[in-house]
């Protein structure tokens, strides 16, 4: 079977994506980057009066269109504590921010624009209609459709939807990813490893991304190489009627790689599977009817590296959510060698030259089962099938490990 290139096979896997359409109501608290299900409209109209946008003295602006007008001070407007009466000729009210501002006064003069008399102020600045003054409802005004459906809840959303007096919001259901590892060799964290066995890893970076990219995730725990177990898993994630099935190990063809064959036996329809990329070869791509399955190599550093180009995009697509920026362009360290017909993902780390560029330079050893270096790589430099030598200083195409590293 020829492999497949890396775009064709996100554009394969994506294609066939569709959003979750399913809701649920949330207390806004619980809501941040959630995603709107529905438009959501004002409870009401802010503000509420017209309210005063400075401390100072309301008015009305017929009355002081000059300097020099002498008013009487007949009571205070505070916040949460408005005048009761109004402002007839010749009067005004000391008012300070977010007070209402009373009946007959149009305008509020700035409490240094104003000099102290016995009994009221006189001003020392001429006064403009209407200012200072917030109108009521400038803001927005009740059954108003502030946010729309399909906005993500920001902090500065989640400002506007409680000052709409909505205390909680309906949303889109996050999908649900259940991640499930194979083989009898693993075991999980915490446990004694036998002369044969190896800690289990993958799942706890690999739920973490999901979660980040806006998923739930259902551990489905470790099932050893065996197809009655593989199969009682798979069985799990289908009746939780997750959206993603996530398999760690055993999607290759081998006599101990189990997950390929139980997972056609159980229905899954195969789209593709091996890539051309390095790490991730043996990634597998198929499908129980809208649940997607993603067969993730073993190897650790294989499994995050297909994970960031395959799972997180999926994800983010079911959830209706932007993509992950995390491609850029700095320069490279070393002259980097030509590369073959398969895509390289190379870990670096990135610093700054002396002119204040930012330069990649890949580690030493990018052995797929190298966890130490993938902690410490900051992107992952990208090489293309055929990709000539590179020499160092010329432009390098890079992917994020941390999308803000470069900001």
């Excluded at 299900?37 to 003295?57: C, E, H, I, R, W």
């Excluded at 194979?182 to 490893?193: A, K, Q, V």
């Excluded at 490279?332 to 030509?338: C, I, K, N, P």
């Amino acid at each position: 079977m020829n492999l497949l290139p890396v775009a064709e096979a996100q554009n394969r896997l994506l294609s066939r994506a569709r959003p979750v359409v399913a809701s649920e109501t949330l207390p806004l608290a619980e809501a941040e980057g959630r995603v709107l299900a529905v438009d959501l409209t004002a409870g009401l109209t802010q503000p509420p009066f017209n309210a005063s946008a400075m401390d100072g003295y309301a008015l009305r602006r017929e009355d002081a269109p000059e300097p020099g007008a002498v008013l009487k001070v007949i009571g205070t407007s505070s916040a949460g504590h408005g005048f009761e009466g109004s402002v007839g000729q010749g009067e005004a009210v000391r008012i300070f921010t977010g007070a209402p501002v009373p009946p007959g006064a149009d305008s509020v003069l700035l409490q240094e624009d104003a000099e102290k008399t016995e009994g009221g102020i006189r001003t020392n600045f001429p006064v403009r209609q209407g200012q200072h003054v917030r109108p009521r409802g400038q803001d927005f005004a009740e059954g108003e459709a502030v946010l729309s459906a399909g906005t993500v809840l920001d902090f500065s959303r989640l400002t506007v939807a409680a000052g709409m007096n909505r205390p909680d919001v309906e949303v889109l259901r996050r999908p649900l990813v259940a991640i499930l590892a194979t083989g009898d060799e693993l075991l999980p964290p915490g446990s004694t490893p036998g002369p044969s066995q190896i800690i289990a890893s993958n799942t706890f970076g690999i739920a973490a991304l999901a979660r980040k990219a806006g998923a739930d995730v259902l551990d489905l725990g470790i099932a050893p190489d065996d197809k009655a177990r593989i199969s009682a898993a798979i069985g799990t994630a289908r009746d939780a009627k997750v959206d993603v099935i996530v398999t760690l190990g055993g999607a290759s063809v081998g006599d101990h790689d189990l997950v390929q064959a139980t997972l056609i036996e159980a229905g899954m329809q195969l789209d593709f599977w091996r890539i051309a990329m390095r790490p991730g070869k043996p990634l597998m791509v198929g499908s129980f009817g809208e649940t997607h399955v993603l067969g993730l190599p073993g190897n650790p550093v294989s499994s995050l590296v297909c994970s960031l180009l395959f799972l997180e995009p999926l994800i983010r697509k079911l959830a209706s959510l932007p993509p992950v920026q995390r491609e850029a362009t700095v320069e490279a360290a070393v002259t980097l060698r030509a590369n073959d017909h398969r895509q390289d993902y190379i870990r670096a780390k990135l610093s700054k030259s002396a002119a204040g560029d930012w330069l990649a330079e890949p580690f030493g050893k990018q052995d797929s089962s190298m966890m130490k270096v993938f902690a410490a790589a900051d992107c992952l430099v990208i090489r293309p099938p055929h990709a000539p030598e590179l020499p160092a200083g010329a432009p390098c195409p890079v992917m994020l490990l941390r999308p803000d590293l470069l900001a």
